[in-house]
C-alpha cells in the first residue's frame, strides 16, 4: 500500500488514474490475483490486469507487459506493484525450504537452490580458474553500496571485507552466507502511463527503450549449456531494439541471487570475455567510479530480497539514478541503464535498457 500511494503521488497522479493493474503474487501465495490486490489497494475499476511469475524476471516482464498493453489501447496508466513480507511470514528456515519446490524430482538430492547454482559456479571456477576471493568480491562491493545508503531502504547496513565474506559459515560451496541473497521483507510499485500524461518537466520521466526475454529450462540437469544462460541472447535483443552499445551504457543492475550470477551475466552480456568475469569484478570495473557500476543499491545480496519481489528493486534502482536521487551511490550523468532479472535456476530470463526522458 506504501509503496503504491508514494508512486503515484510521484506520477502526480492518483487511484483514480489507474485502468491496469500488474500484480506479482507473494511467494509461495500464487492463488492471489489481480483483483483482490486491485480492490485493496482502491484502484477498481481496472479495465486491464495480470499476474506475473518469473521469479527475479517478472518485473521487466511487468514493464513490458504494460506497455504492450497501452499500445494496444487496452489501459492508459498501469500500476505495477510487487510486496512479500518473506522473513517475518516465513522466516529463513522456512523460506530456503519452500524455494526448495523449484527443483526437480531428479534433482531432490541437491534440492536446495544454492547447492544447484553452484554446480554452475563450480564448472566455471575449474573450467576458467574463477576463484572463491572473485566470487566474495561481488559480495564485498554489493555490501559497501548497500552500507553507503543506511535508509528504510536497505536490509543490510555494514560494509564487509572479502575474507569476512569467505569466513561466513558454508551453505553449498563455494557460496558462503554472505555470498546468497538475503531473506528480506519488501515491496516497490511503478506507474507506467502512455507518454501523453507525462509532462518532462515536473515529473522526471524514464523509459523502457529496450527489452529481451529469453526461457530456456525449469530443471537445472536440462540447462541448455552451462556456459551462456539465457541473458545472452535476452541481452543482445534489448541492446539492439534500445539501439545502444556496451560504451552507451552508464549503470548496471544486474539480478544477484549468488555472487556467480552477476559474473555469469557480466560474461553473457559481453562486458568483458567469457571466462574473464572475476578478473573483471576485481579490476574495481563494477566499482562506482568504476567503467560499468553494477547493482549500486546493493542488490539482492545486500540491499533487499524479499522472495518473488526482489527483482523490482534493481528496477527502481536504475530508475534512481536515471533521475539522478541515487543520493550517496549516484553515478555522475547517467543516461542508459541496462537491468536483468532472472528466475529460476537460470531458468528464465529479462533484461531491459532504461533511459532518461520520453521519445
Same mark, same amino acid.
Given at each position: 500500500m506504501w509503496a503504491a500511494k508514494n508512486a503515484l503521488e510521484d506520477a502526480d497522479m492518483g487511484p483514480s488514474d489507474v485502468d491496469g493493474l500488474v500484480a506479482s503474487p507473494p511467494f509461495g501465495s500464487s492463488k492471489v490475483g489481480v483483483y483482490p490486490i486491485a480492490e485493496y489497494l482502491g484502484v477498481m475499476p481496472l479495465s486491464w490486469g495480470a499476474t506475473t511469475a518469473l521469479g527475479g524476471a517478472s518485473h521487466l516482464d511487468s514493464i513490458a507487459s504494460a506497455m504492450r498493453a497501452i499500445d494496444a489501447g487496452l489501459a492508459e496508466t498501469v500500476l505495477i506493484v510487487s510486496a512479500d513480507p518473506f522473513l517475518t511470514r516465513m522466516g529463513r528456515s522456512d523460506a530456503v525450504g519452500s524455494l526448495s519446490s523449484a527443483a526437480g524430482p531428479f534433482e531432490e538430492p541437491a534440492n536446495i537452490i544454492p547447492s544447484l547454482y553452484a554446480h554452475a559456479a563450480t564448472r566455471h571456477m575449474d573450467k576458467y580458474g574463477t576463484t572463491e576471493a572473485q566470487?566474495?568480491?561481488?559480495?564485498?562491493?554489493?555490501?559497501?553500496?548497500?552500507?553507503?545508503?543506511?535508509?528504510?531502504?536497505?536490509?543490510?547496513?555494514?560494509?564487509?571485507?572479502?575474507?569476512?565474506?569467505?569466513?561466513?559459515?558454508?551453505?553449498?560451496?563455494?557460496?558462503?552466507?554472505?555470498?546468497?541473497?538475503?531473506?528480506?521483507?519488501? %515491496? @516497490?510499485?511503478?506507474?507506467?502511463?502512455? *507518454?501523453?500524461?507525462? /509532462?518532462? !518537466?515536473?515529473?522526471? &520521466?524514464?523509459?523502457?527503450? =529496450?527489452?529481451?526475454?529469453?526461457?530456456?529450462?525449469?530443471?537445472?540437469?536440462?540447462?541448455?549449456?552451462?556456459?551462456?544462460?539465457?541473458?545472452?541472447?535476452?541481452?543482445?535483443?534489448?541492446?539492439?531494439?534500445?539501439?545502444?552499445?556496451?560504451?552507451?551504457?552508464?549503470?548496471?543492475?544486474?539480478?544477484?541471487?549468488?555472487?556467480?550470477?552477476?559474473?555469469?551475466?557480466?560474461?553473457?552480456?559481453?562486458?568483458?570475455?567469457? %571466462? @574473464?568475469?572475476?578478473?573483471?569484478?576485481? *579490476?574495481?570495473?563494477? /566499482?562506482? !567510479?568504476?567503467?560499468? &557500476?553494477?547493482?549500486?543499491? =546493493?542488490?539482492?545480496?545486500?540491499?533487499?530480497?524479499?522472495?518473488?519481489?526482489?527483482?523490482?528493486?534493481?528496477?527502481?534502482?536504475?530508475?534512481?539514478?536515471?533521475?539522478g536521487e541515487a543520493e550517496a551511490t549516484q553515478v555522475d550523468d547517467v543516461e542508459h541503464a541496462l537491468v536483468t532479472g532472472s528466475g529460476g535456476l537460470y531458468s528464465t530470463h529479462a533484461v531491459g535498457v532504461f533511459e532518461r526522458g520520453v521519445a
Open positions: 566470487l566474495a568480491t561481488v559480495a564485498e562491493i554489493a555490501y559497501r553500496h548497500a552500507s553507503m545508503q543506511r535508509d528504510e531502504r536497505t536490509h543490510m547496513t555494514e560494509a564487509k571485507s572479502v575474507d569476512e565474506i569467505l569466513d561466513s559459515p558454508m551453505v553449498a560451496y563455494p557460496f558462503t552466507q554472505h555470498q546468497c541473497s538475503l531473506v528480506s521483507d519488501g %515491496g @516497490a510499485a511503478i506507474v507506467v502511463t502512455a *507518454s501523453d500524461n507525462v /509532462e518532462e !518537466d515536473t515529473h522526471d &520521466p524514464v523509459r523502457l527503450t =529496450g527489452f529481451g526475454a529469453e526461457h530456456t529450462h525449469r530443471h537445472i540437469t536440462q540447462m541448455p549449456d552451462f556456459d551462456e544462460t539465457g541473458v545472452a541472447a535476452a541481452g543482445a535483443a534489448a541492446m539492439a531494439e534500445a539501439d545502444v552499445s556496451h560504451d552507451d551504457i552508464d549503470v548496471l543492475q544486474i539480478y544477484d541471487a549468488f555472487t556467480y550470477n552477476v559474473i555469469r551475466s557480466l560474461e553473457d552480456l559481453g562486458f568483458c570475455e567469457q %571466462g @574473464a568475469g572475476g578478473e573483471y569484478v576485481t *579490476s574495481g570495473a563494477i /566499482e562506482l !567510479d568504476g567503467e560499468h &557500476p553494477t547493482n549500486t543499491h =546493493g542488490g539482492a545480496l545486500a540491499q533487499v530480497h524479499p522472495g518473488l519481489p526482489s527483482g523490482i528493486f534493481h528496477v527502481t534502482e536504475a530508475i534512481r539514478q536515471l533521475r
